[in-house]
């Protein structure tokens, strides 16, 4: 075990820990955002670069401070490291400029985007971004396609996490889909035209941090606020059967896998479950499904510890995604 | 799975393909990927179709994408068809300190092709690169194999007028 | 003159070939190091010598090669880094198309201090004929028993390879190399860990550049302590330095390092003076990602001290009045290049080159390049200066490799020593396109 301290908060965690792990493993507001690290998916993160911190103290045995910013998600914790988040204010203006830098190409077209109140990116920007865009110039835009029956890729809302190759090449047993082209001209696709078809291909949905993809299924059905989620399980021969239902009145609008307070699936699904268990009777209802207040699903619905939240805070920190206050 | 196409390398370039799978150790093929995209793009017409491309991925036994992925990252490769002749003119500053894009237009007009552009005889495709590690004879540009240094708007006319007359 | 290690024989006709380089003592480095030295002597030798990495960071070969983790049971490889692809910086595909064995010889010896059995050659995809010329010379040392299976009859073998790569600046950065030699998009690793740890797949590995790997020769024949007595300081032997731009006599030049700058631009024996009759305006001294200075900033420091070829004496005064030795890419601009132009030029050169896979760099670099563009044609507004500095800032430190310190460096230097010159092209953007801003007259304007 090793001992490190995080804003001023000392934790013990296991060696080979990295510091972004060590961090969750307090919660709150010491947690650095993460938009490309999955804990889930190996060899993930280090990408996106929304996780920086700054550490003040290498180690107990070597106490000099590492010279620039790491990300967190992929630096290991020493024993007597000392890591700065958002009580450094080079972490935080860091932080501003990737939020500025991942928006510049970002068509910002929230209104009429599925992912609006669960995305990250959203979450990022409400939390460390700046109110304004210094950027003038043309944006990059791709077409909407379709891979696979229900799924639909909108690249130009990527922010290239990788998370959805990784996904495809860690639970799938045949990757179709991957990084195309270079710098601001790569994208996510299957060069020929190709549909991804197995049976836990839906999850490179729920892995995506934006409004990439999205389920066809639950397209312009309803924001996501105005559902109600539910912890439901079924007997699956493919998975677990454990989801989240969203739904409205009795009806299932949408199932996923059931994510954490880090916005990270606790089981991958399969497809049946996700796309073709619809009705009621499909399932088990366990009761309501804990949210994190972290985004604004939780604005409109029977847990309402929004205001509660409101009255104590700051807004700005209400909507920041590093904030773990799940139950 | 898409059906297998019936390319195939020629012998010669087979006993290549072993060779050069040798040179990494067991398990590690895909190193030969980069070599083999070179071979391919020789061998099936100067640029990689996705037929090729998915040829030169079972050779390795690796997902196609694996190989798109590569090819798109790497900007000597063609992904379409191209002129019998790629004029690849270097666009970075040493070159244009010394007149690369005086040299660039003169090209454009004498071709009557844009950048990116084939002549309409399919002789000519216009590219521009970055640098070629040729600064100390610049301007310059690389058509195949074969370097042409120290371009002027001048002898570009006896380079181009080579090509017509091969 | 100054003393010439790499470029010894390379006006030697035929030097190319096996039995020319041999009688010019070629191999015979090899036959010390196999037959009387231990693989721990030779490195001793390169770590005495003071060798400095040539591909542009400058850190000390011999401890490069001391990090190599030798308790691994894994195979050790040793990779050439010879995707020389810096714009300005031309010397690695001379050395390989003039004199290819002394990279060879080099090879073999590294490799042997190393204990690696198989070692590559990444040689830019577009360099086609110092591929065929490099083939060509490993075939020679396997038929004349240099390389293969115990070498020169000791218990040493070593398989030597080239390897293409695809065209991507990127795969000079040691870890988007090995990605590529591993047929691999050339995206750098996160590090740690180091290729000394977890290199080419996933064993120790070390990668050096072409010219450092070759200066292993001398240094074996004359030993560690000889070169270096050359040089001058921790910037010990002698350096290819590529010179080109608006020069009389661009090409490339081994110097030994501590000549002055002015020296190098105006002597004959070097770079002949500026073209034309102009004046020197700017050099940029390393390659294109390192600070461009003005003409009084390179032939003297801040201090008025003669500014030097060397790592130390070019980075005097940091990157506020000094700039790097880097590659030795020595690009020279005269009293009418247009600064804003060559930074747009080389910003783009970024953008293109960019993996994409880090967001600062991936959209930072498009953002430079766009507003870049705008102000070089008339299109740019008062604020834009100071954004450009602003962004540079956000990308530099930020980012998972050093491409994004390369691509902002040159921006934010240009700013720093030209800033009228930016803001005379958003001030008079017709003037600007008309006519080039010149010089200040301020400046020394060279001999």
Same mark, same amino acid.
């Given at each position: ?10 934790v013990e ?10 961090a ?87 209104p ?15 939390a ?23 799924i639909?890729?909108?690249?130009t ?11 495809a ?14 710098g ?42 105005f ?35 880090f ?30 207040n ?11 510890t ?22 | 799975?898409?059906?297998?196409s019936?390319l ?6 087979l006993?290549?393909?072993k ?45 196609p ?42 090209i ?12 309409a005889d399919?002789l ?34 006896t ?8 | ?26 191999y ?30 400058g850190f000390?070969?011999?401890?490069k090669?001391s ?94 390879y &080239?390897? $293409? =790569? +695809? ?10 190399? #090995?990605?590529? *030699?591993? /047929? ?32 292993v ?6 030993g ?47 770079c002949?003076g ?8 700017? &050099?940029? $001294? =390393? +390659? ?6 003005p003409?009084?900033?390179? #032939?003297?420091? *801040?201090? /008025?001290?003669?500014r ?29 290049a ?19 896979q ?48 390369a ?40 001999a």
């Amino acid at each position: 075990m090793v001992k490190v301290t995080i804003d001023g908060i000392e934790v013990e965690v296991e060696e080979n820990t990295t510091i972004l792990n060590a961090a969750r493993r307090i919660g709150g507001d010491v947690v650095p955002p993460a938009m490309c690290y999955y804990s889930k998916l190996k060899g993930s993160g280090g990408k996106c670069r929304t996780c920086l911190v700054k550490v003040s103290q290498g180690s107990a045995k070597d106490p000099r401070p590492m010279p620039k910013l790491v990300a967190s998600c992929s630096t290991m914790v020493q024993d007597g490291m000392v890591i700065l988040n958002s009580t450094s204010p080079e972490v935080v203006d860091a932080r501003k400029s990737v939020v500025e830098f991942l928006l510049i190409n970002h068509p910002l077209d929230c209104p009429v985007c599925d992912q609006a109140g669960e995305c990250d990116l959203q979450n990022l920007t409400y939390a460390h971004g700046l109110s304004k865009s210094r950027y003038e110039e043309e944006r990059r835009t791709f077409e909407k396609i379709d891979i696979g029956e229900h799924i639909q890729l909108h690249m130009t809302r990527c922010i290239l996490c990788y998370r959805c190759v990784y996904t495809a090449d860690q639970i799938t047993d045949k990757r179709v889909h991957g990084v195309l082209n270079r710098g601001d001209a790569s994208e996510i696709g299957t060069y020929i035209k190709n549909v991804i078809e197995n049976d836990f291909s839906g999850n490179v949905i729920d892995v995506c941090p934006v409004g990439a993809l999205t389920d066809k299924t639950f397209r312009f059905k309803q924001r996501v606020w105005f559902s109600k989620p539910m912890d439901a399980h079924r007997n699956c021969s493919k998975c677990s059967g454990k989801v989240a239902l969203w739904m409205k009145g009795n009806d299932i609008l949408r199932v996923t896998g059931r994510k954490n307070s880090f916005g990270e699936v606790e089981e991958f699904i399969c497809n049946e479950c996700r796309f073709e268990k619809k009705k009621t009777e499909d399932w088990t209802i366990e009761g309501p499904r804990h949210i994190s207040n972290h985004s604004v699903i939780s604005q409109n619905h029977y847990e309402n510890t929004f205001k509660a939240k409101l009255a104590s805070r700051q807004p700005k920190e209400i909507y920041g995604n590093k904030d773990s206050a799940e139950k | 799975m898409k059906e297998s196409s019936n390319l195939s390398f020629s012998e010669q370039s087979l006993q290549k393909v072993k060779e050069i799978l040798s040179r990494y150790p067991q398990g590690k093929e895909k190193s030969a990927l980069l070599p083999l995209l070179h071979m391919a793009e020789a061998e099936f017409g100067g640029w990689l179709s996705p037929e090729v491309m998915d040829y030169v991925a079972t050779i390795l036994n690796i997902q196609p994408i694996e190989v798109y992925e590569v090819a798109t990252f790497y900007s000597m490769f063609n992904l379409k068809p191209t002129g019998k002749y790629v004029l690849e003119v270097c666009r970075t500053g040493p070159c244009c300190l010394r007149g690369a894009e005086n040299l660039l237009d003169k090209i454009e007009e004498k071709l009557g092709i844009k950048v990116g552009e084939t002549s309409a005889d399919g002789l000519f495709t216009l590219k521009t690169v970055e640098c070629l590690a040729s600064c100390g004879t610049a301007p310059m540009m690389q058509v195949g194999d074969k370097y042409y240094e120290n371009l002027n708007e001048e002898n570009i006319e006896t380079v181009l007028q080579s090509f017509r007359n091969n | 003159m100054g003393k010439k290690l790499l470029f010894k024989h390379i006006d030697v006709p035929g030097i190319k070939d096996f039995t020319v380089y041999r009688s010019k003592n070629g191999y015979e480095a090899v036959e010390k190091a196999l037959k009387t030295m231990s693989p721990d002597e030779v490195q001793e030798e390169v770590k005495k010598s003071g060798l400095r990495g040539r591909g542009g960071a400058g850190f000390p070969a011999g401890m490069k090669w001391s990090f190599l983790d030798r308790k691994s049971d894994k195979p050790r490889y040793l990779v050439c880094n010879a995707d020389e692809s810096e714009p300005g910086t031309f010397k690695d595909r001379y050395l390989i198309e003039h004199i290819p064995h002394l990279l060879v010889e080099g090879m073999i010896l590294s490799s042997y201090a190393l204990g690696a059995n198989t070692s590559y050659i990444y040689v830019r995809g577009e360099m086609k004929t110092p591929i065929k010329i490099l083939e060509n010379a490993i075939s020679e040392a396997y038929a004349n028993g240099f390389l293969g299976k115990n070498i020169l009859g000791t218990s040493y073998s070593l398989d030597l390879y &080239v390897q $293409p =790569g +695809g065209g991507a600046y990127i795969c000079g950065e040691e870890t988007a190399l #090995l990605e590529s *030699l591993e /047929g691999k998009r050339g995206n750098p690793r996160m590090k740690p860990p180091f290729p000394a740890i977890s290199g080419l797949y996933g064993s120790p590995t070390v990668v050096n550049n072409v010219e450092t790997i070759s200066a292993v020769v001398p240094i074996i024949n004359d030993g560690g302590d000889a070169y270096a007595q050359i040089g001058i300081g921790k910037s010990t032997g002698t350096k290819l330095i590529s010179a080109c731009g608006n020069i009389n006599k661009p090409g490339v030049y081994e110097i030994e390092l501590g000549l002055p700058v002015e020296e190098f631009i105006f002597s004959d024996e070097y770079c002949g003076g500026i073209w034309k009759n102009k004046r020197l305006k700017a &050099v940029v $001294p =390393g +390659g294109s990602s390192v600070p461009i200075l003005p003409a009084e900033l390179i #032939l003297k420091t *801040l201090q /008025g001290e003669p500014r030097l070829m060397s790592y130390e004496s070019l980075s005097d005064g940091g990157f506020a009045s000094g700039s790097m030795l880097g590659s030795g890419g020595f690009i020279v601009f005269d009293e009418d290049a247009c600064i804003v132009r060559n930074t747009w030029n080389f910003s783009r050169f970024y953008h293109h080159e960019s993996c994409g896979q880090c967001s600062p760099c991936r959209e930072g670099t498009g953002w430079m390049e766009k507003v870049l563009h705008r102000i070089e044609n008339g299109h740019g507004n008062e604020r834009d200066i100071d954004l450009l500095v602003e962004v540079a800032k956000k990308i530099e430190g930020n980012t998972i490799c050093p491409l994004g310190d390369a691509a902002a460096w040159p921006v934010a230097s240009a700013i720093r020593h030209f800033r009228e010159e930016f803001e005379w092209h958003i001030r008079e953007p017709k003037e600007s396109m008309k006519r080039n801003y010149g010089i200040r007259e301020k400046s020394i304007l060279g001999a």
